[in-house]
């Protein structure tokens, strides 16, 4: 794939968040009353009356823009995530959510919302790393580390915590089981900026490492030995990617709840369109998640009265997405 049209790809997720300023409940501040009041900002169109003026303003830098924000971190954050932990235990069917990644972060998330002295950032990680690592130690033998172990490992965990998330629900105060139970379904509606404050250092600083380290990945994707031969410790290598894959996902999920299929089929749809390096791939992978979440979160804002969860969105999409992909991969292997 051409480098011009590489770019193209990273560089949609702006164009979308860009547009996305414009998409909201037509009552409250319609496109082309929101696209005259942003012409006026830069100098280029006449100024709204006073009131419609403040209140677009409000809607815009307070509400729109964290949200847009939010969704570009979530959806850079899940696929990267998800490409990363692909490459690195060479399956196309890890994903944070198959690894108990997600389930472990959401069970130290909502401890947090139960219990408010705690902080949600480092509950989410601290029940993430868990999860991984459990799963890890489940599958991880003389030989190395079974690939179906690992996935039946990440079902046995993903199950554990599922279990102590109900259990939390169920001890719950009332009045914070309500906020757990949507938080749950993956929501981008309570997006504010001190979310975008809070989310954006984990997750860009955990990005940047997976993209420094993604050479790294090529050369794991080799075997271990060939990967000894040319000075890279396979073991030391794979801490490098796990923790900075573990730190971005359950950031992504402290703030937004469960967003699942991000992580397990934006991947696949990416390594369609640049191949299998992992020095395009990622990069990709990360634009095309950000992408898409902005997209599907305008839509979960805008098709109905009221707004769905945009956890159902993307299972809804991902789901139909990633059996076609499956199909196709099978239909090729001759199965």
Not at 161 to 183: E, N, S, Y
Request: hydrophobic content about 60%; some cysteine.
């Amino acid at each position: 794939m051409g480098g011009g049209r590489g770019a193209l790809l990273v560089g949609l997720p702006v164009v979308a968040a860009a547009l996305s300023l414009l998409v909201g409940p037509a009552e409250v501040a319609g496109v082309g009353e929101t696209a005259a009041y942003l012409l006026h900002l830069a100098g280029m169109g006449p100024p709204l009356p006073v009131e419609r003026a403040a209140l677009l303003e409000t809607v815009l830098w307070e509400v729109r823009l964290p949200r847009v924000l939010l969704a570009l971190l979530v959806g850079l954050a899940l696929s990267l995530s998800g490409a990363a932990l692909q490459a690195l235990f060479r399956n196309p069917l890890v994903a944070p959510e198959v690894l108990g990644l997600s389930a472990g972060a959401a069970a130290g998330a909502a401890l947090a919302l139960a219990l408010p002295p705690l902080p949600v950032h480092l509950a989410a990680f601290a029940g993430g790393a868990a999860a991984v690592a459990l799963t890890y130690g489940i599958a991880y033998a003389r030989q190395g580390v079974s690939i179906t172990a690992l996935i039946l490992g990440g079902v046995i965990v993903n199950g554990i915590f599922t279990a102590l998330l109900t259990i939390i629900q169920f001890l719950a105060d009332p009045f914070r089981l309500q906020t757990i139970v949507q938080w749950t379904m993956g929501n981008l509606h309570t997006a504010t900026w001190e979310k975008v404050v809070s989310a954006a250092p984990p997750i860009l600083a955990g990005s940047a490492l997976l993209l420094l380290a993604r050479w790294r990945l090529n050369v794991l994707a080799l075997g271990e030995e060939e990967a000894r031969a040319v000075g890279v410790h396979p073991e030391r290598t794979k801490l490098l990617i796990l923790i900075p894959a573990t730190l971005v996902a359950t950031s992504a999920v402290a703030v937004a709840g469960i967003i699942a299929m991000v992580g397990l089929t934006l991947p696949h749809v990416a390594r369609l369109l640049v191949g299998a390096d992992n020095r395009r791939l990622l990069p990709v992978t990360g634009s095309l998640g950000a992408l898409f979440l902005i997209l599907v979160d305008d839509c979960s804002r805008t098709l109905a009265a009221f707004e769905l969860p945009v956890g159902i969105f993307t299972l809804l999409l991902g789901g139909p997405v990633f059996i076609v992909l499956l199909r196709r991969r099978l239909l090729r292997a001759g199965l």
